[in-house]
């Protein structure tokens, strides 16, 4: 095969009129040749760090859409799926991927679960991290969220550690707010990245410590605003990724995206795509190739270098998508699952109060609150005056303080009752058992019937997300470990705009009810979080009573 273009040789800081020739998946030369191609060939874009399951597909299913958008391989960590079905999960995964040309490259997940104060559907602990490190199809050992573990030396965690350096593989951070003296230790232990920064000043304190910092814009934690302005003078210990990214947002672009909002500020061009396509690739020891004489031929053509219109993906020498059409062919799979609780009742979601009759300086007594910010995976705890109706704490609508439950999906127990402000639904309640870590459902209502109502329509499904109303109900059931859609990425994206944008009908001003919604059973980033178990202050790292 032969393809001519303006060839971006991003190394050397050069572009000029080009030809590349491939034999056998591999770039045999890369010439200089006068043309009248005006489209640009460049490395293909690799997210750095993304959870597939967040897309709602299973990794063949996000292939056929990424590769739409230049994107030719993932750092992916297979968290979600592990903390539901453990290894297998793990394998899962990594075998689904191996169906398509996209190349996938796995991490061993390092919290699984998260934390011990939340229900997960299974453990994996540093014997397995030594299994599944000595595997090929492991590139890194995944995001240490346990950060108090490494702070206080944890046997468990530091033995986890060990076994990544043992087999020489990267060590991926996950330290939100992590500053000073924590987070010299935090590096000193041989992570090497962090994702989830969230102001300028801690990602420049990071990146002076040795760390790599990403940039990370999701479909619910958007950072590149406050992180972009490091990129001139940081471009070679940086990277772009997604974490989180649902399928509606999937379909409409991914890392080229980024690409596009950098050129606009005027940043340099070579910089920018250093990040986006040779970075990762060469930190992570990624099998792709950077459009060098012997590497695999993945690469992509672009219309310019502004807007990054992706008019051609090759992967190993093979052309994936083209046009706005992939070829990336379908792959069956089954849907394994874990989901083992019974419906609930309305009488389930009650919570009594104390507050009417208890007081402080003759003040009733005031409740904690989660605060969800927009664009952000931290809370903050607020306190507020509950509203109660015969003795029990009910969804405050006018003050947009609205209940919110966790139930077990593992097991009956009873539902775990909070509170939460900037939901702002009027009617109605959504729920998800996409519920970051542990993937419990989580729900947020204006009653508790249809609270009720919207957990029992998952525990049907066995997963899934939805919006209720009355009679009326819009759901995409995801029965593929209760994280991960059986259908198609494009009817999967059409199904949950139908149910997101319902639940902005009901009142919801978000730009992501769902993706943010997914978040506030994330005990390891602060503050204010529920689980299964109980209300949550990730700042003390202990349960804490809902009245004050």
């Given amino acids: 095969m032969q393809i001519q273009g303006q060839i971006v040789d991003i190394p050397n800081r050069r572009i000029y009129p080009g030809e590349i020739n491939v034999e056998n998946g591999k770039i045999i030369s890369i010439s200089e040749k006068e043309h009248e191609v005006k489209n640009y060939i460049l490395p293909g874009f690799v997210d750095a ?64 679960p998260a934390t011990f104060f939340e229900t997960a559907g299974a453990v994996i602990d540093s014997e397995q991290i030594e299994e599944l490190m000595a595997s090929p199809d492991i590139y890194y050992l ?23 350096k043992h087999f020489g593989k990267p060590i991926d951070g996950h330290a939100p707010g992590l500053r000073g003296e924590p987070i010299r230790k935090y590096i000193a232990a041989g992570i090497s990245t962090d994702h989830e920064c969230f102001t300028y000043e801690e990602a420049a304190e990071k990146l002076s410590l040795g760390m790599k910092v990403l940039i990370r814009e999701g479909s619910a934690a958007k950072n590149f605003e406050a992180l972009i302005d490091l990129l001139p003078d940081n471009f070679e210990n940086m990277m772009f990724c997604s974490d989180d990214k649902h399928p509606d947002d999937l379909i409409l672009g991914h890392i080229n995206l980024l690409c596009a909002r950098a050129v606009a500020k005027g940043l340099d061009i070579f910089k920018i795509l250093q990040m986006a396509c040779i970075n990762p690739v060469k930190h992570y020891k990624m099998d ?40 990336v062919k379908h792959a069956d799979f089954e849907k394994p699952n874990n989901f083992n609780t019974s419906k609930k009742e309305i009488r389930d979601f009650e919570i009594s109060s104390s507050a009417e009759k208890s007081s402080v300086n003759g003040q009733a007594r005031h409740i904690r609150v989660i605060e969800a910010l927009e664009g ?33 999906r593992y097991q009956d127990a009873k539902p775990s009752i909070a509170f939460i402000k900037n939901f702002g639904l009027k009617k109605g309640a959504i729920a998800s058992s996409v519920a970051h870590d542990c993937h419990n459902i989580v729900a947020v209502g204006t009653s508790d019937e249809e609270i009720c ?40 994206g059409r199904l949950y705009q139908e149910v997101d944008a319902m639940s902005k009908e009901l009142g919801s001003h978000l730009k992501a009810p769902f993706m943010t919604l997914s978040f506030m059973a994330l005990l390891v980033i602060p503050d204010l979080k529920l689980s299964d178990k109980g209300l949550f202050s990730g700042n003390s790292f202990s349960f804490v009573d809902l009245e004050v």
């Fill in 49 to 112: 760090h993304i959870h597939i399951e967040s897309s709602m597909l299973v990794p063949s299913e996000f292939a056929k859409i990424a590769v739409l958008h230049g994107t030719v391989g993932t750092i992916s960590d297979p968290h979600e799926i592990a903390n539901v079905l453990g290894k297998d999960g793990v394998h899962y995964m990594i075998e689904n991927g191996k169906q398509v040309p996209l190349k996938f490259h796995f991490g061993a997940p390092s919290c699984v």
């Fill in 288 to 327: 792709i190739g950077l459009m060098q004489q012997g590497d695999s031929a993945d690469f992509i053509v672009v219309e310019d270098l502004t807007g990054f219109k992706v008019l051609k993906t090759y992967i190993n020498g093979e052309l994936v998508a083209e046009n706005g059409q992939s070829f």
């Fill in 142 to 164: 995944s995001e240490m969220m346990n950060y108090p573990g490494v702070l206080f030396d944890d046997e468990e965690v530091l033995k986890k550690i060990a076994w990544a």
């Fill in 376 to 408: 952000q995976l931290i809370t903050n705890e607020i306190h507020h005056k509950p509203k109660i109706l015969n003795g029990k704490i009910v969804s405050d609508v006018e003050n947009d303080i609205l209940k919110m439950a966790v139930v077990n």
């Fill in 453 to 492: 109502k919207a957990v029992n329509i998952l525990i049907e499904n066995k997963g899934g997300v939805c919006a209720v109303n009355g009679s009326q109900t819009k759901s995409l059931a995801l029965p593929v470990a209760g994280i991960m859609s059986d259908q198609t990425g494009w009817e999967a």
